[in-house]
């Protein structure tokens, strides 16, 4: 195992610069996240460990060895694709094998390393069969045992899980973090799905643009996004903005189109007139006999909750309601956030208000 160090590192295609002087530091056997819409770069950067993209500039560092220039099969890296990248004419046995053989290992070696891997993730009644012979879940998880037979210092994980149906998404994250809880390899996993983020990842970094917005754990980024885009991006359903203007009187309150009026949270550092996206979860508002007007929209029972989709003055306000709702479109209903879990960020920076 070894932390990976990325310094400043720059990648232009063409003219197009797509990476733009990012920094990150993943810790010893750490899970780390890279997310963000497409085209941010994340997969850039993970080409980029991997040695199948060059830096233009900037330092990439396994470990205490800068790895700038090392060939791919020499960084003592292994990679999990998003189309398993199998080989089709070979068994799982010879799939997880291969790379070993071309190391030159001792067969007892071999065989002692590929029957562990496929106990741990329970292929070891399949590796006689052929690719074609197996379900989506069990390719993934070939292409999985294949990187682990490798003993690597580090894992590369490319939106592994995204041709996936929703239930055995579910199910691999589960067993992805069960597998680096149990291997305690270092790992870096690119994805675009915010939820696999937040239920994987030690720490995650958010990146837009070839540049980190944010870094941090998972529940450090939902609890304090430092800007709208990050606090839009984490958590589903995405939070509610709504741009207001800060006024101090009565302990100090945002004023909203129509004259309506939220509070403040506590301790917010703003000034009189100064303008504001105010951000509450869907998660954070409960229906109530005062608060934020809206008209209900569309209704959506899931079982354990109700998704209320509203509008207010032709913004979109969405509630997650824990409990069964009787709520129909066309209702004017009052959502009522909860003061301590509001958040406030400047209109014209984007910034995280502290309170």
Do not use: W
């Amino acid at each position: 195992m070894a932390s990976v160090q990325i310094r400043g590192i720059e990648k232009h295609f063409g003219p197009t610069h797509v990476i733009r002087g990012v920094d990150i530091d993943i810790e010893d056997g750490e899970f780390c996240v890279l997310v963000g819409p497409s085209g941010c770069g994340k997969s850039t950067v993970l080409r980029m460990i991997a040695g199948l993209e060059d830096a233009d500039e900037g330092d990439i560092s396994i470990g205490s060895r800068v790895i700038n220039g090392v060939a791919p099969k020499d960084r003592d890296i292994a990679m999990v694709f998003q189309n398993y990248a199998l080989y089709p004419h070979m068994s799982v046995r010879q799939n997880m094998s291969f790379a070993l053989q071309l190391a030159k290992q001792a067969k007892p070696e071999i065989e002692q390393r590929v029957g562990r891997a496929a106990d741990i993730l329970g292929l070891a009644p399949y590796l006689d069969r052929f690719p074609r012979q197996l379900s989506g879940g069990q390719r993934q998880r070939v292409a999985m045992c294949r990187a682990i037979v490798r003993n690597p210092q580090v894992f590369l994980f490319d939106e592994p899980l995204s041709n996936l149906d929703a239930k055995l998404r579910v199910q691999m994250r589960t067993e992805i973090r069960e597998l680096h809880q149990r291997l305690k390899t270092t790992s870096v996993y690119v994805t675009h799905d915010q939820t696999e983020a937040m239920t994987m990842a030690d720490r995650i970094v958010v990146m837009r643009g070839g540049l980190v917005e944010q870094t941090g754990a998972p529940l450090e980024l939902y609890d304090r996004p430092a800007n709208t885009f990050v606090a839009g991006f984490i958590g589903s359903p995405a939070m509610n903005l709504l741009p207001g203007t800060a006024r101090m009187d009565g302990g100090g309150q945002v004023v909203f189109e129509g004259e309506v009026t939220l509070p403040l949270p506590a301790g917010a550092r703003v000034v009189e007139g100064q303008q504001l996206q105010y951000g509450m979860r869907p998660e954070h508002l409960a229906v109530g006999a005062t608060g934020l007007p809206v008209e209900v929209v569309v209704v959506e029972p899931t079982g354990a909750d109700t998704q209320l989709y509203c509008r207010f003055h032709g913004h979109e306000v969405t509630a997650t309601v824990r409990d069964r709702s009787d709520c129909r479109p066309g209702d004017r209903i009052f959502l009522a956030p909860d003061p301590r879990r509001v958040h406030v960020f400047d209109a014209a920076s984007g910034k995280r208000i502290a309170a």
